[in-house]
C-alpha cells in the first residue's frame, strides 16, 4: 500500500518518507487532526481555529523532523568513527559524556 502512494515521487523522497521517524511523524498528524476535526464537528472550533491549528500541528512536525534529521547528521561528526581519522572533525578532542582528565 505504502509503495502504491510513493510510485511518481522522486526517489531520494520515496526513499526519506519509508524512515520510521517519517512514519511516527505522519501518524502523530494524523491522531491530532483527528482530534481536532472532532472538535471541529462538535461545534467547539471554528473554521478559522481549525486551520490555524492545522498549520500548528504541521509546523511541529516539520519542526520535529527537521530538527531530528539535523542531529542526526552532526551526531556523525562527533561518532567514534571520526575520531579515528587523525584530521577529521574533533580530532584530538575527547566527545565521552563522562570526559573527565585521563
Known sequence: MIAVALRGLPPWLAKA???PMASAAALTLGIRM????YRLRAGELSREDFEKRFGQHL?????????ASAGARGS???SPAAEDDPGGPGAGQDHR????PR
Open 59 to 67: 509546523g511541529a512536525l516539520v519542526g520535529t523532523l527537521s530538527g
Open 34 to 37: 483527528g482530534q481536532e476535526l
Open 76 to 78: 556523525r561528526d562527533l
Open 97 to 100: 559524556l563522562d570526559a573527565s
Open 17 to 19: 518518507l519509508k524512515h
